[in-house]
């Protein structure tokens, strides 16, 4: 029986290292429908869960594989499940649940070409947007973008880190390229992964209230089997999970919801860096985008332009505080996408004005060439 952390330098795909970091993690659930290209995270826990003691279930299809580790997680266990475009879609009700009922969860979502079942095998970035506002009413969300098959290692890691800490619903949102991608792997010592677990009720089960939270805004969970009363409320609740069916309670619950993932935006968002001290243009890309962007950044810093690069780790909660800083200093920015535009709409929305935000739009199916990024840079600056 192998061990739940594979220590050492591997040569896997993405898919494969998202399931060893779920592993790594603690996760010990796995229900899911396989879907291209993210089938190799379910094939891969399939394997390993029963090695360490955890449990997989295929479902029927992608809304009970959603309800089904909202579930486990309720009952315990850290839980996850993969899927792409369609499957995503299917998911978007319960993902509302898991975050009314403060579940943590960690859905993996390898992009391709959409909509409908579009390009199947081909790479996509068309579902960030569905990321952040695909279930219906106000809520916030936490989401990561691997550009390695190391990173899809390491942000499932941090994503159930999230997941446990804010109790909410974390998206892997990865695409086909980084996820088939095959590349080395470091998979560190056990106790060199920093892991968090969610935090238990501490009162006895007489004064438990299931939603009611401290100054950091997220409530404590009862331990399964030690006598709490739960009541688990998928309607605007109270902070015993009773439903009060009120505008006053639905605001004071909303607002809360919002505020535990916003008040901690700063420490939640991470970006990444490159040249942007002295940018006239500063690119902004996510997943394989901002990998095969570097080629142009690089040859048009050897042609003299000034540019950066600002890689987006963390696109949800968005942070927009450093583009607005930015936009201060440069004279443009640049947003390549494999999709007709989804991000570029947050950085102009941050930008408010303050220099151009200019598209690149690249076609759903294929690798974003470097060439159309340095011509777009060229233009840029003219």
Known sequence: MR????????????????????????????????ITPSTEVAERMAERLPEV???????????????????????????MTSTSGPGF????????????????AVVVNVQRGGPSTGLPTLVGQQDMMQARWGSHGDYDIIAYCPNSPQEMFDLTVKAFNAAERYRVP????????????????????????????????????????????DEDLVPAFAAAGQGYAVRMESLTHDERGRPVLTSEAHWTLLQRLHNKIAMHAHEI????????????????AYGI????????????????????LLRLITPWPFPAWRIV????QVKAFLVPEVNLGQMVLEVERAAAGRTRTIPLAYPPGAIPAPERALQAIREAVK
């Open 325 to 328: 800083e930015l936009a201060e």
């Open 170 to 213: 974390v998206f892997l949102m990865a695409d086909e390229s980084v996820g088939h991608m095959t590349e080395r792997v470091t998979i560190p010592e056990r106790a060199a992964i920093p892991l968090v677990n969610r935090k238990m009720a501490t009162v006895p089960p007489s004064e438990y209230q299931p939603f009611a939270a």
């Open 269 to 284: 968002a991470e970006i990444e860096e490159l040249f942007t001290e002295d940018a006239d243009i500063v690119v902004v």
């Open 3 to 34: 061990s739940d952390v594979l220590t050492g330098a591997w040569f896997m795909n993405g898919d494969i290292a998202a399931a060893e970091g779920a592993l790594a993690a603690g996760c010990r659930f796995f229900a899911g429908y396989p």
């Open 89 to 104: 879609s299917l998911m978007m009700e319960n993902i509302g649940l898991g975050v009314m009922l403060e579940v943590p």
């Open 289 to 308: 985008t901002s990998r095969t962007v570097l080629r142009a950044i690089e040859q048009a810093r050897e042609e003299g332009l000034r540019v950066g």
């Open 53 to 79: 003691g955890g449990t997989y279930i295929q479902m029927e299809d992608e809304l009970a594989s959603m309800a089904a580790i909202l579930g486990a997680s309720c009952a315990g266990v850290k839980s």
